[in-house]
């Protein structure tokens, strides 16, 4: 197949979509992002990067703590809205029924993954600001709960892809990862032997 160039701007993956929570003021302001990945292993982290104009950024700088929240694709409507309104002109937390979490963060009720977090690092990038944080805790609806983890199956999390603009649901689980594999290593193996 032959190969043609994009533009290095292009999004290469989907993203998965959460909903971060903040205080800004004395008042709870929740914003969609997409652009989020595991960062830590050992001391579990995350990561993202927000614009440097958004209310979002601006809590997250002064307060360090904020929440992370995981909706399902029955709440694609609310999210894609947290995404649209900046909470400087609109009370966006009037959309979700709000808890309060230990670090005294906002958590939305109706989304079954919510986790705890402090900013362990920031790294500016020109328009947008990199956040490294440490997850403090995570807390979970008890049906979709599966061993130590999550049912995704259960969750019904999405995905966003771009330059499409699209939300997408995950799809059914087709090969096991670190297994699908093993043929291969030891083939691998054997040829170096």
């Avoid at 043609?4 to 914003?31: R, W, Y």
């Avoid at 995704?152 to 087709?174: C, N």
């Amino acid at each position: 197949m032959k190969k043609v160039e994009i533009d290095t701007d292009a999004f290469l993956f989907p993203m998965p979509m959460a909903i971060l929570g903040t205080s800004h003021s004395g008042k709870d302001n929740f914003m969609a992002v997409a652009w989020i990945t595991h960062a830590n292993e050992s001391e579990p982290m995350i990561a993202f990067a927000l614009s440097t104009g958004h209310l979002t950024t601006e809590a997250m700088t002064n307060n360090s703590v904020f929440s992370l929240n995981i909706p399902s694709s029955k709440l694609v409507e609310k999210t894609d809205c947290v995404g649209l309104v900046s909470g400087r002109n609109a009370d966006k937390a009037s959309l979700f029924e709000v808890t309060r979490g230990k670090l005294d963060v906002p958590l939305i009720t109706e989304c079954a993954v919510n986790a705890e977090c402090k900013v362990h690092k920031t790294v500016e990038l020109g328009s947008d600001i990199l956040f490294v944080a440490k997850i403090e805790r995570i807390l979970v609806n008890q049906d979709i709960r599966q061993d130590k983890g999550i049912d995704f199956d259960k969750l019904q999390s999405f995905v966003l892809t771009m330059p499409d603009k699209a939300y997408r649901t995950i799809g059914e689980p087709f090969e096991k990862a670190w297994k699908a594999g093993q043929s291969l290593k030891k083939e691998l193996r054997a040829n170096q032997a």
